[in-house]
């Protein structure tokens, strides 16, 4: 079964840490950019960075810029998102993807997690 898996989201408090991870079954990462997206209650689903093949990122979000980062482990087929001194207005359901190019509509998506910043 192709699918996207996602976990790892929660409810923390201002400035702590969460890191999300996606696993993916039926087909290999490493030949897939990998999108994180998310969606704010209330708001369109936006998207936060894209992380080539080769590692480099080729869109990377102002809001989250120098607090997230993106990685993949190619021999696990998991990428993960390490999200550091998180702020409420990090709020919302995250989601990752998976596309032949960071300009293309993703091939794939995770069910999405949710992660609640508050105090």
């Known amino acids: 079964q192709v699918q996207l898996v996602e976990s790892g989201g929660g409810s923390v408090q201002p400035g702590e840490s969460l890191r999300l991870s996606c696993a993916a079954t039926?087909?290999?990462?490493?030949?897939?950019?990998i999108g994180w997206f998310r969606q704010a209650p209330g708001k369109e689903r936006e998207q936060v960075l894209c992380?080539?093949?080769?590692?480099?990122?080729?869109y990377y979000s102002d809001s989250v810029k120098g607090r997230f980062t993106p990685s993949r482990d190619s021999v696990k087929n998991i990428v993960y998102l390490q999200m550091d001194s998180l702020k409420p207005e990090d709020t919302g359901v995250y989601y990752c993807?998976?596309?032949?190019?960071?300009?293309?509509?993703?091939?794939?998506w995770s069910q999405g997690t949710q992660v609640t910043v508050s105090s």
């Open positions: 993807s998976a596309e032949k190019s960071c300009t293309t509509v993703p091939d794939y």
């Open positions: 039926g087909f290999p990462l490493r030949y897939y950019e």
């Open positions: 992380l080539s093949q080769s590692g480099r990122l080729t």
